[in-house]
């Protein structure tokens, strides 16, 4: 499986950004996606992530409210939709996959949000 992110910048307090996490090879076995995301000098950290089956979707408590996670199965493609973003909310955020057996990564992409 490999995993591409885009949709990052710069975007002031209060503002928006969606991301996207373009999926591709043997997404057929995927069994939970999600979004981490690590700041300068954290660990990395879970912000939202569902079952491929749509029986569960879970959030950081900093993030909800505020933050959406969806996807488009005839695209293989996972969103994270922010809203009313904050500084707190800088990081690099990184797209995964996982199934019994293995996890998977993506390169991330970088979300600074000014104040």
Excluded: H
């Excluded at 999926?23 to 996606?33: D, L």
């Excluded at 979004?35 to 959030?59: C, D, H, I, M």
């Amino acid at each position: 499986v490999q995993l591409v992110e885009s949709g990052g910048g710069l975007v002031q307090a209060g503002g928006s950004l969606r991301l996207s996490c373009a999926a591709s090879g043997s997404t057929f076995s995927i069994t939970v996606m999600g979004w981490y995301r690590q700041a300068p000098g954290k660990p990395r950290e879970l912000v939202a992530a569902f079952t491929s089956g749509g029986g569960s979707t879970n959030y950081a408590d900093s993030v909800k409210g505020r933050i959406t996670i969806s996807r488009d199965n005839a695209k293989n493609t996972m969103y994270l939709q922010m809203n009313s973003l904050k500084p707190e909310d800088t990081a690099v955020y990184y797209c995964c996959a996982s199934n019994s057996f293995s996890f998977w990564w993506g390169r991330g992409t970088q979300v600074t949000v000014s104040s």
